[in-house]
């Protein structure tokens, strides 16, 4: 069981180059999440999925581009790479219980240079 | 979302008990208090979750005030592997799909135990 991984761990991009980040979880849960995190700062939601096939934007979701066509992957896509997407990634992933979500297991993160 | 208020930072005596505030004073009635940590800019790790009694688990105990507008995570005997970011979050439940499960961080506070 590994939980929540997430590939590559780190990468160095040229400016308007494109990349795709991959989360895999073996949980079989639901909900998926990507976040940022900048220097000094809380992680901030990038986009969510409630379930296969579906997506949505979280808070700041501007550059990027996501898809969940299977249960266990949430990819993460950047078209063109811009130095403000400079960046740690991290992913999640949660499920239901009754009415309430569950706690929110965190992948190891990637680290992304754009320069 | 309720708004969490946290000191930036604290500082924790090896084998003594850390005592983590947290200001949650606009928490809706069926909002959850969570917590996390982040190790090094590794992935957050939960923690503990509350809604109005106090909670323990292996890890710390989570106390809530009975107003609910205040709680104080503690480690009762920290070691310097608890120096991290302690993030304190309010989450609502997932009540008729308005909410997906998100994750809403701050700044946290800075735990530091010495020697």
């Known amino acids: 069981n590994a939980g929540v991984t997430q590939t590559p761990k780190f990468r160095v991009l040229k400016t308007g180059q494109s990349m795709t980040l991959l989360c895999a979880q073996d949980?079989?849960?639901?909900?998926m999440y990507w976040y940022r995190q900048d220097p000094g700062m809380g992680l901030r939601l990038i986009h969510y999925?409630?379930?296969?096939?579906?997506?949505a934007k979280g808070e700041v979701p501007d550059g990027y581009n996501v898809s969940r066509l299977k249960k266990q992957n949430f990819l993460l896509g950047l078209e063109s790479a811009a130095p403000s997407q400079t960046s740690v990634y991290f992913c999640?992933?949660?499920?239901?219980?009754?009415?309430?979500?569950?706690?929110?297991?965190f992948g190891q993160g990637t680290r992304l240079t754009v320069v | 979302d309720a708004k969490t208020t946290q000191p930036t930072s604290m500082d924790c005596a090896e084998g003594r008990a850390a005592n983590l505030p947290c200001n949650h004073s606009?928490?809706?009635?069926?909002?959850?208090v969570y917590w996390y940590r982040q190790i090094h800019s590794q992935g957050p790790q939960y923690i503990i979750h509350?809604?109005?009694n106090n909670e323990t688990n292996e890890m710390a105990s989570l106390i809530i005030t009975e107003d609910r507008k205040s709680s104080t995570l503690i480690l009762p005997h920290a070691t310097l592997r608890d120096t991290a970011v302690y993030y304190c979050?309010?989450?609502?439940?997932?009540?008729?799909?308005?909410?997906?499960?998100?994750?809403?961080f701050g700044q946290g506070t800075i735990l530091t135990v010495h020697p």
């Open positions: 999640a992933s949660s499920w239901m219980t009754g009415n309430r979500h569950t706690e929110a297991f």
């Open positions: 949980m079989n849960h639901e909900y």
């Open positions: 999925s409630v379930g296969e096939g579906t997506t």
């Open positions: 606009t928490i809706s009635g069926n909002e959850y």
């Open positions: 509350g809604l109005k």
């Open positions: 979050i309010v989450r609502p439940p997932n009540a008729g799909g308005t909410s997906y499960g998100k994750l809403t």
